[in-house]
């Protein structure tokens, strides 16, 4: 059975044809704009894009920030039968950008007004793209550039003598075709770009709609990029499936401006589900907390003993108010209408709960969320499964804390040990799974694709295991893996996580170990918590105070500290490499999703790691510490 995008989208606009499709700020409000007009401007840009000569299975890349053109631009593209390269904001034209689209073969780019200039930086190093296309603005064009506009105006009058001869185009498009090239973000390798077909995409969507339920009247707002297939999946296309809205962002001049809108926005939109990332959630949560600390000490205090009985109460999420707990009911249902009504009131008033992507959500954050009434639902998944392969859900049973849910429907899944063997529940491994949401192949690299795709099977890369109640965990990268000198290996991403989140001194940490005597790490103080420390004072003495300082945040852990027995002794950092820069995207050692590329932490402080493996250097106060804290210092 035919089941393309297109199709999908042409389903639900006969369907829900007047309902909300997108929601976009415009002249201080947000203005709808109907399935049925969407599809009328998707046509319009598609039909522009034929006639201005790009032909079916071309590749068209969109370089912007979140917002409708986004959506009807892509939407547009695949009606002509095209391709679309979706490229994150935060590329550097220098590099990463320029490879993506010539690796791509890209013949034309929609882009906005803040990533035009970077686009034109590298506009001559590009001699396949042949047509610029500019979301409408108030900036000067160049040659070769035409606005958004202007292409829908060429493609109405172009469907004025063509409109069957168009449509036959998208209705000729097949399962099989490809949709997008969604390149991977490179967190401990080079991108891939991953090929997933159209019907990946609806795949995907019929499986995650078995853990996902979404009413026609709800609506999405989304802060994560459009680029990535999460936010295809479960941002916009789970939406159409269910004659839903999607609310986007309002656009700022500088990506500061845009991320102050959020708070904004939200209260405004008053969405039912927010697509975030685990770094927003956090700051969601410094604010809540720093507006309850502004009320008093008598209300933080309340606060703080409410969600107490909140946690106690929810215990794992999947055991929420069972045995003796029930007598909580009544008193968290009170802590709920006079404090945690309030907190949601600040999100709008109507969030039924955060869909997470990117790094593993903390333990932690759930709790918190879920206590003040807008659940974080961890999921999992990754680009070569389109993505999703996992999630956590309302209701009973569909949700526990620090499990990734369970396993979308269809799917088969199965956990292999180092020889491929298949493990039984509770015994971890790599994740593989089977099932049409997993993707087409790597583009131009066969040699990839064979070793991730064996006999229609995807070699996920991850480790984990399957509870005994359906539940799956995911630990970690096999590539992020600790490996000691006789062989064992070990997922760093929970320690790593645990130190970062518990420690007020701590910012950034990566744990390395290849084989080596001991496990290092690699750690970025706390900028303010240095200065703090050293109050003003840069002599050797006072540095060698801080260096203890970070060196006991880790102590912690250790047999008899406070949070012993959270991780094995064995595997905690027994040398650290403070330094004095951290992991941005600006230095490469951060991606566009927010993930730290740990190989290239690696290799940017190599020096580093290898001097911890010194006698002096695995000394906490060692020269370079003292060094590395100093410059914080200054």
């Not at 008193?331 to 790094?359: P, S, T």
């Not at 918590?529 to 540095?543: F, P, V, Y």
């Amino acid at each position: 059975m035919k089941k393309t995008i297109i199709d999908l989208f042409e389903q639900s606009v006969e369907k829900f044809g007047s309902r909300t499709f997108l929601l976009e700020k415009h002249d201080g409000e947000f203005r709808p704009t109907t399935y049925k007009e969407c599809k009328a401007q998707a046509l319009s840009i598609g039909a522009g894009l034929a006639a201005m000569g790009i032909q079916p299975k071309q590749t068209v890349s969109i370089l912007a920030e979140g917002c409708n053109n986004w959506i009807l631009s892509e939407l547009g593209l695949l009606y002509a039968g095209a391709i679309s390269v979706p490229l994150s904001i935060k590329l550097e034209e220098a590099n990463d950008l320029l490879f993506r689209l010539r690796h791509a073969d890209v013949v034309a780019i929609f882009v906005s007004r803040n990533q035009l200039p970077k686009f034109r930086k590298i506009r001559e190093q590009l001699p396949l793209i042949e047509h610029v296309i500019v979301f409408d603005c108030d900036m000067q064009l160049q040659q070769g550039e035409v606005f958004l506009s202007q292409v829908a105006a060429k493609g109405e009058e172009y469907l004025k003598e063509h409109k069957e001869e168009f449509i036959a185009i998208g209705q000729a498009v097949q399962n099989d075709d490809y949709a997008t090239i969604t390149y991977t973000s490179g967190t401990t390798a080079d991108p891939k770009g991953v090929i997933l077909t159209h019907r990946n995409y609806t795949a995907n969507v019929e499986q995650a709609l078995t853990r996902i339920s979404i009413p026609e009247d709800y609506t999405m707002f989304i802060i994560l990029p459009l680029d990535h297939c999460f936010a295809h999946v479960a941002g916009f296309y789970i939406m159409v499936a269910c004659g839903a809205s999607v609310a986007t962002t309002q656009v700022g001049r500088t990506p500061m401006e845009t991320l102050k809108n959020v708070p904004l926005n939200i209260k405004e939109v008053k969405p039912h589900v927010l697509l975030s990332v685990p770094a927003l959630a956090k700051n969601f949560r410094k604010s809540i907390e720093t507006s309850i600390k502004k009320q008093g000490p008598k209300v933080e205090k309340l606060f703080k003993f409410a969600l107490k009985v909140a946690y106690e109460y929810n215990q794992d999420g999947l055991n929420k108010g069972k045995g003796w707990r029930f007598i909580l009911k009544p008193l968290v249902a009170l802590f709920d209408k006079i404090l945690f009504e309030k907190v949601r009131a600040g999100f709008g008033g109507n969030i039924k709960f955060f869909v997470g992507g990117g790094a593993l959500l903390d333990s932690e954050l759930q709790r918190f969320f879920y206590a003040v009434g807008m659940p974080m639902l961890q999921g999992y998944g990754l680009s070569e499964a389109t993505p999703i392969i996992s999630a956590n859900s309302l209701g009973a049973g569909r949700h526990r804390f620090g499990s990734s849910g369970k396993v979308i429907e269809p799917l088969d899944l199965k956990i292999l040990d180092d020889e491929g063997r298949e493990m039984p529940v509770g015994v971890k491994g790599e994740i593989v799974i089977k099932g049409e949401n997993v993707m087409a192949g790597y583009w131009k690299n066969p040699s990839a694709t064979a070793e991730t795709v064996k006999d229609g099977w995807l070699y996920t890369g991850d480790m984990g295991y399957m509870a005994e109640d359906g539940f799956l965990y995911v630990l970690g990268r096999f590539k992020s893996l600790l490996i000691a000198a006789d062989g064992e290996k070990y997922s760093p991403e929970g320690m790593e996580e645990a130190i970062v989140d518990k420690s007020p001194l701590i910012d950034q940490i990566i744990i390395y170990n290849n084989q080596s005597p001991f496990t290092s790490a690699i750690v970025v103080p706390n900028r303010e918590a240095m200065r703090q420390i050293l109050g003003g004072n840069t002599d050797e003495e006072s540095l060698r105070k801080a260096a203890k300082a970070i060196g006991a945040e880790v102590d912690k852990y250790r047999t008899g500290g406070q949070y012993a027995d959270e991780f094995p002794d064995r595997w905690l950092p027994g040398a650290l490499a403070i330094v004095g820069e951290a992991f941005t995207e600006q230095n490469g050692l951060v991606n566009s999703t927010m993930k730290v590329v740990r190989g290239k932490v690696e290799e940017y402080f190599a020096d580093r790691i290898e001097y911890v493996y010194t006698p002096e250097g695995k000394k906490i106060d060692n020269v370079k510490n003292l060094e590395s804290i100093a410059k914080i210092a200054k």
